[in-house]
């Protein structure tokens, strides 16, 4: 997919990082310790935990997940939870009732996943249905299409308002880059800019 010098740096730091992580959880394993994971119905958990997944077949460890479901009720009130990421640090322990211990058929058919994801290569990974699966780089093109219109609106309203009426566990960086794809393009054009991207206005200039 298109990435500028920026982009491709940044991604090559973090991919650092993760890679440092999983040779310290290897290590862990190596000494026989017991696993848990904490993921979400969001694509990208979905993937990080088939990809975990995938390495952990080929361990004996005793493995346990936590998901997030998707809502809790307290005090009469229904919280509604997206990804862990807007789960207070202090609230996690009340979560530990969803724990499960993994079989080593679960491992293995959630490894399968990944396997059948990676085969594919698809540019971009969602949840259709409840399962993974890739999808074309314009899946969810859509939201900016509902919501852009030809009066010009400026950036950071309209990915605020595709987050707030599309819960979809999509990053507004996602979002950024496509708009950026189709100024470039022409489909979107720049009523008035900015050195804040996300400060501009802009409108849809299809026909």
């Known amino acids: 997919w298109e ?72 005090e009469n009130c229904i919280t509604v939870y997206k990804n862990w990421g807007e789960v207070a640090a202090e609230e996690f322990a009340g979560f530990l009732s969803h724990e499960k211990k993994l079989s080593e058929e679960e491992v293995r058919m959630y490894a399968s996943e990944w396997s059948e994801l990676v085969s594919e290569n698809s540019p971009l990974r969602a949840v259709v249905n409840g399962r993974l699966a890739g999808v074309p780089e314009d899946f969810y093109d859509f939201l900016i299409w509902k919501r852009l219109t030809r009066k010009p609106v400026k950036q950071a309203r309209l990915i605020g308002d595709i987050l707030g009426y599309y819960q979809l566990s999509v990053g507004d960086w996602w979002y950024a880059k496509r708009i950026e794809h189709f100024i470039r393009q022409g489909r979107i054009c720049i009523a008035e800019d900015s050195k804040n991207k996300y400060a501009r206005m802009i409108y849809d200039s299809r026909g």
């Open 3 to 74: 990435q500028d010098e920026e982009t491709e740096e940044e991604l090559r730091r973090t991919g650092d990082v993760y890679a440092e992580e999983l040779r310290r959880l290897k290590r862990f394993l190596d000494d026989g310790e017991a696993v848990r994971i904490w993921y979400s119905g969001a694509p990208y958990s979905r993937c990080g935990f088939c990809h975990l997944c995938q390495t952990l077949r080929q361990y004996e460890n005793e493995i346990r997940a936590v998901k997030l479901p998707e809502y809790v009720v307290r």
